[in-house]
């Protein structure tokens, strides 16, 4: 398979696209052209949807609404096949040189994630189907919970339909789980306690239980139907029993039998927490090295600026302590900021509540200001919502996720608030600005609601580097028109740039140098001002993403990078707010694709 892949890829890289070279078009021709190439990225965007019924529901559609996601191998295998047919496709029928430059650039960009999924594909065993930050037990939950909208009684039905379907997909769970198994790619013994303990918890309650309260989808799916109008109490009732029928006849055995599999698995578990145990680790981490930060730096080179940045940062934090008038070293002023109580809200509902108020008054603060900093601003609202009490102890410290593209949901910035002492008040202002506005909300709500590029780099394309890249970037803009005006708020701001610094150090430590998880969780608590249960829960997550957490701060230099070159060749003529055009409204790019982006936007403003 791997040798038939990397053979089509050479054939489509080479291919002629059977035009003319050099030849000329009329206006009207490159609009011609550039029309039928923007039809043919959506019919094949569309037909990828038509095949992910869960992808279609994220989107607001309701196509197949009762269905899950085939993930089997077989499926995966088809989709690439599809996606090498549609690059042939693209590059005979299509010539690039009759198209308007966003259309070359949907173009290259389309190539380029084809291309990027094929070399990908040898390494799809490579990774933890189930662990503590994704998998299907904690993401089927969440996703009716989240995502599927009942407006009527066949959504009501097709959401027990897809109760009755978890069945059938975590059966595909388990052939992928033992797939890997067989490979030797399984979790560290670690994952284990966390991903069973979250599956246990979303069959706790009724109806699995007969008494205390309604489990989590029985309270959601009560919800939602009591909610209905023009919904007659027999039918009310009788989606209610089905529901129940569902979830103790469907759903209770599917996560016992997975939870049943996890517990044999474990025993085969090992504390090795890096990709180089892998048949094919090295090569494996390479290329994902490659693809998260869409560079060619090496494990070597990323380690080797992260532990410069853990340095810089650590001068920037000195002179914040030295401000507030701080005695001893940063190691003592790292240990006041973990231990005083002031820096944290009271472990209660209150305590919860005010924690989600703040992050909602700094979000708002914010974008009262965004006019100083953006031509475009994003039409969808934003929400801050503390992670649901079922997954709090699996999921990550904050996330967000976007707006449906119709506006029938509204982007939501995630905290995870199931200890409060895990949430520094002093972190919350570039959090917020991080997961909220102007960072993750912006981006990419911008990018789902400009009209002037195809569906596929809208909602399709991810790249790690430019999306985390722009949410910490986005931590330091606010600060340079005057925000952060308290020392103690800049100090967090800081402390969390440091954390993504740290990060480019265990991460190619865990994976490419060997380190140990203790070794890892060590490097982090010795260097920053994070809790002991931070490093720990941070650390657990690299090991089960290899490179994600990369994706930051190399994203973030090249962004700021860029801005320098362009305040340097553009001098008076820099304007921020256009430079920040440059970067959102292409939406999601490769990072040597945002540079010529920014290079040709420089030009353009050198010549007017």
Same mark, same amino acid.
């Given at each position: ?36 190439? #923007?039809?043919?990225?959506? @019919?094949?965007?569309? $037909? !990828?949807? =038509?095949?992910? *019924? +869960? ?5 607001? %559609? ?23 047919? #549609?690059?042939?496709?693209? @590059?005979?029928?299509? $010539? !690039?040189? =009759?198209?308007? *430059? +966003? ?5 290259? %960009? ?499």
């Amino acid at each position: 398979m791997k040798k038939t892949i990397v053979s089509l890829i050479i054939c489509l890289a080479f291919a002629s696209a059977g035009f003319a070279a050099g030849k000329t078009y009329t206006p009207e021709q490159i609009a011609t052209e550039s029309k039928r190439a #923007n039809e043919f990225f959506d @019919k094949n965007f569309d $037909d !990828y949807v =038509a095949r992910h *019924p +869960q992808v279609a529901s994220r989107l607001g %559609l309701k196509t197949d609404y009762d269905k899950w996601d085939d993930i089997s191998d077989a499926r995966a295998a088809g989709d690439l096949a599809q996606e090498l047919s #549609n690059l042939a496709t693209l @590059k005979r029928d299509f $010539d !690039y040189d =009759a198209l308007d *430059p +966003q259309t070359q650039l949907s173009y290259k %960009l389309f190539e380029n994630d084809v291309q990027r999924d094929a070399e990908g594909f040898r390494f799809r065993f490579d990774t933890y189907p189930v662990n503590q930050m994704y998998g299907a037990h904690s993401e089927t939950p969440t996703f009716l919970i989240n995502i599927h909208k009942i407006d009527n009684v066949k959504d009501a039905e097709a959401y027990i339909a897809r109760i009755n379907g978890v069945p059938k997909l975590f059966d595909q769970l388990l052939v992928n789980l033992q797939t890997r198994a067989d490979r030797g790619v399984i979790p560290p013994k670690f994952v284990f306690p966390l991903v069973i303990d979250a599956s246990r918890k979303v069959i706790q309650g009724q109806p699995f239980d007969a008494a205390g309260a309604n489990s989590p989808l029985l309270d959601d799916f009560s919800k939602k139907v009591g909610a209905l109008k023009d919904v007659d109490p027999a039918t009310r009732d009788r989606l209610l029993s089905e529901a129940k029928n569902a979830l103790t006849t469907s759903l209770k055995p599917a996560y016992e039998k997975l939870i049943a599999y996890l517990q044999d698995l474990e025993k085969r578990a090992t504390d090795d927490a890096g990709v180089w145990k892998f048949p094919d680790g090295g090569p494996f981490y390479e290329f994902a090295l490659r693809r998260t930060t869409t560079t060619d730096l090496t494990a070597n080179q990323i380690h080797e600026i992260g532990l410069k940045e853990v340095t810089r940062i650590h001068g920037e934090m000195r002179k914040i302590k030295e401000k507030v008038g701080f005695k001893g070293d940063l190691q003592a002023f790292f240990k006041f900021m973990r231990d005083d109580p002031q820096f944290y809200l009271p472990d209660t509902d209150e305590g919860r509540a005010k924690y989600l108020a703040n992050a909602v008054e700094i979000i708002d603060t914010m974008k009262k200001r965004l006019d100083e900093l953006f031509v475009t601003k994003p039409k969808a609202d934003i929400q801050v919502k503390a992670v649901e009490k079922f997954r709090e102890s699996s999921a990550g410290k904050a996330f967000y996720q976007q707006p449906a593209p119709d506006g029938s949901r509204p982007g939501m910035f995630y905290v995870n608030l199931r200890h409060m002492h895990d949430n520094p008040t002093y972190e919350l202002e570039s959090l917020a600005h991080h997961e909220g506005i102007p960072g993750h909300h912006m981006q990419i709500a911008i990018a789902q609601e400009f009209t002037g590029i195809p569906k596929f780099r809208k909602f399709g394309l991810r790249y790690t580097a430019y999306t985390e890249g722009w949410g910490l970037y986005s931590e330091l803009t606010p600060k340079e028109i005057g925000l952060y005006q308290d020392p103690y708020s800049d100090f967090g701001r800081l402390s969390l740039e440091l954390w993504r610094a740290g990060r480019l150090v265990v991460d190619t430590g865990i994976h490419a140098k060997h380190w140990t998880r203790d070794q890892a969780i060590k490097y982090l608590a010795d260097n920053t001002p994070n809790s002991q249960a931070d490093c720990v829960d941070s650390i657990n997550r690299y090991i089960v993403l290899p490179s994600q957490a990369t994706a930051y701060k190399i994203g973030m230099l090249k962004i700021l990078e860029l801005r320098e070159k362009a305040k340097k060749q553009l001098g008076s003529k820099f304007d921020i707010r256009q430079f920040h055009e440059v970067v959102l409204i292409n939406g999601p790019v490769p990072l040597d694709v945002l540079e010529q982006l920014v290079d040709r936007w420089i030009k353009s403003k050198q010549g007017s």
